[in-house]
């Protein structure tokens, strides 16, 4: 069995959370690269309605990626905090019954749900020249998408563990492949057929078997931290599974709320005088370009909610507290750079993707300066969110989210709609003031209660074993 890594709660804070970091971020970038790539190829061989028609077939299907997520969440701090105890039993216990959990859903309610309901919703969001991109792309993301999150839940449980590096691998090799299948399913090169969207969102959900499979081989030949479960029992564990829920459930409402937030502004988009074009904009520089500020910042907060979780696992708490304030130092560094190249080279970003003329060259322009602001407010926001989830503390964020993402963000744009005011650039300052409210909301419940930490033990009894003693 791999070792645990005693300098995650011990030592210098910088080097722990530097040590933690790096493969994490790199990790995000890695995973964010072939999302990049897809809307590259489609701009150029399929044409700007295929990138708004990807936009919101993805944003669509984040709805349902980030509520089985939840149970990741949740299960990542009980992982942590576990972790930082020694107990490796525990930690295979919890998450292989969270696996067992989420497949039940997606399988039962998710995937068929999320098929007969695509029409409908890219119909609510998008024109007819994006949604005959958005509807194949989105339906076949949600018939074959189980490895997207079995990779999900084999990285995170690994990251929460302190073996952020295997993952990095893993991504890697998931990477890669995405990049060759998409290049070949979109432009249809040597003998396979040109697929457009649909063959980037097969790309998405071929590639992940050969790294899930691979870390499944790796956990069960011992060679994670993480061991593979005792034995197979048809029991299932409802106390893990009610913890990992109740942990977890308050950051996929979380993430729902973002993510219904994104498909909103896609409506409020697709009421404007050159929506196909804005939704295009907004496609490749927020849910592209603004990636590579963003998924840094994700990264930071997984790994400050891991530093959080194992140094309260260890009795040392204040410790995991100093620990986020590094992590968000990381993460402003990245996006005050970031925002640099926003504002300097914004054409050269936007012809990377095929947007050379106007409007799309315009809009993302001028959207990518909002972009330079927003990157600050999220590297600071999501560091912090890591320090809450990492102390159990999920329902603060969750609040803050359906306060600045409904009521701030789409309430405003709504209010600019009802004056007959709404433009691309009004929408584009109301994600900057709602991005900045959820900085200052989350600053405040991080100081306020710093001291509190959720209790996330969980039966030590295995299903069919008669002690009830509680770890």
């Not at 070792?3 to 530097?18: A, K, N, Q, T, Y």
């Not at 489609?42 to 299907?61: H, K, M, P």
């Not at 942590?80 to 696996?99: H, I, K, N, P, Q």
């Not at 007969?116 to 991109?133: D, G, I, S, W, Y």
Request: charged fraction near 10%; glycine fraction near 10%.
């Amino acid at each position: 069995m791999k070792p645990f890594d005693e300098e995650l709660v011990s030592g210098g804070i910088v080097r722990s959370v530097w040590k933690l970091s790096w493969p994490v971020v790199l990790l995000n970038v890695v995973n964010g690269t072939h999302g990049f790539i897809d809307q590259v190829l489609v701009g150029r061989y399929v044409g700007t309605e295929a990138n708004a028609g990807i936009g919101v077939g993805w944003s669509l299907f984040m709805v349902i990626v980030v509520f089985v997520s939840s149970l990741y969440h949740g299960m990542n701090v009980v992982v942590a905090r576990y972790a930082g105890r020694r107990d490796r039993e525990t930690m295979s216990r919890v998450m292989f019954e969270t696996l067992w959990f989420s497949l039940v859903f997606l399988f039962g309610v998710g995937a068929p749900a999320g098929y007969f309901l695509a029409p409908h919703a890219v119909a609510a969001v998008t024109r007819p020249e994006a949604a005959a991109h958005a509807l194949p792309y989105l339906r076949t993301l949600f018939v074959l998408g189980a490895p997207i999150f079995l990779m999900f839940l084999i990285t995170g449980a690994m990251q929460a563990s302190g073996d952020p590096r295997t993952p990095l691998r893993l991504g890697v090799l998931t990477t890669a492949l995405n990049v060759i299948l998409s290049y070949l399913l979109i432009t249809g090169a040597g003998p396979f057929p040109a697929m457009g969207a649909q063959g980037a969102a097969l790309a998405t959900c071929l590639a992940p078997l050969a790294g899930a499979g691979l870390g499944l081989s790796l956990i069960f030949r011992r060679r994670t931290i993480s061991p593979p479960p005792s034995r197979i029992w048809f029991a299932r564990d409802l106390e893990v599974f009610r913890t990992v829920l109740r942990i977890g459930l308050p950051s996929g409402v979380q993430a729902v709320m973002m993510n219904l937030a994104g498909v909103g502004l896609y409506y409020f988009i697709s009421q404007l005088d050159h929506a196909t074009a804005a939704q295009a904009a907004y496609a490749i520089c927020y849910t592209q370009l603004f990636s590579l500020v963003a998924w840094p910042s994700w990264a930071l907060r997984n790994a400050s909610g891991t530093i959080m979780g194992q140094n309260i696992g260890a009795g040392r708490p204040r410790r995991g507290r100093r620990g986020v304030y590094v992590a968000a130092a990381f993460g402003l560094s990245w996006a005050l750079a970031g925002g640099v190249v926003f504002v300097t080279a914004p054409a050269a970003l936007l012809a990377v993707f095929g947007a050379t003329t106007d409007p799309v060259l315009g809009i993302g322009v001028t959207f990518l300066r909002y972009l330079a602001i927003s990157g600050v407010m999220i590297a600071i926001t999501t560091a912090f969110t890591g320090g809450l989830v990492g102390a159990g503390r999920t329902v603060a964020p969750m609040v803050i989210a359906i306060v600045t993402q409904i009521f701030v963000l789409l309430g405003g744009c709504a209010v600019l709609a009802a004056l007959d005011r709404l433009t691309a650039e009004g929408i584009w300052a109301m994600i900057v003031v709602a991005h900045t409210a959820r900085m200052a909301l989350t600053l405040l419940a991080f100081h306020v209660g710093k001291d509190a930490v959720v209790n996330v033990d969980v039966r030590r009894a295995a299903p069919g074993d008669a002690s009830d003693a509680c770890a």
